[in-house]
């Protein structure tokens, strides 16, 4: 696993609103808590890591996913550890900054799709995010994952607004 030496390296770059800086620390603290939650015996390896959707527009500002990056720099090196981009949204989910919880559920229920990757039924999966705010894109994304026969250890976050 990328434990907090290997997240701090240096060319990791996720841009999020010019903060490329917060890239190795935010990674840092994802590995930290995958680090914790395989020690306390919460999730157990092998483990796949599944990050939560971009909408496409986001991930084009921002040079790519972000979350999907942190992850993979997160558990870099970590042999029974892998990121698995399995979810996508599909069009028409708005941004979601300005929305209330309840304007945030309509505008993701039934967004996030599967992408062609096909997930083994023999690991578990943590969803991975970089922030929780209403919890609705983590809600959706794990109801999609396990309507596909996917078991959903949890959802690991980096922060909660």
């Known amino acids: 696993m990328a434990y907090p030496e290997r997240a701090r390296q240096p060319g990791v770059h996720v841009p999020q609103r010019g903060r490329g800086d917060l ?3 935010l990674a840092c ?3 930290i808590g995958v680090h914790r939650l395989l020690c306390w015996g919460m999730v157990e390896a092998p483990l796949t890591i599944v990050p939560a ?3 496409r527009s986001a991930a084009r500002r ?3 996913d972000p979350v999907g990056r942190l992850a993979e720099t997160a558990v870099t090196g970590h042999p029974d550890i892998a990121v698995v981009r399995a979810l996508r949204m599909k069009a028409l989910a708005r941004d979601s900054v300005g929305l209330g919880t309840s304007a945030r559920e309509r505008n993701i229920t039934g967004r996030v799709a599967l992408r062609g990757t ?3 039924n023999e690991n578990e999966v943590l969803l991975v995010d970089d922030i929780v705010t209403t919890g609705a894109t983590a809600r959706e994304s794990v109801r999609v994952l396990r309507a596909a026969g996917v ?5 690991l976050a980096i922060a909660a607004a």
């Open 118 to 120: 096909r997930l083994g």
């Open 62 to 64: 921002r040079g790519g």
């Open 151 to 155: 078991r959903v250890a949890g959802v």
């Open 53 to 55: 959707p971009t909408r």
């Open 23 to 25: 890239a190795a620390p």
């Open 29 to 31: 603290a994802l590995a």
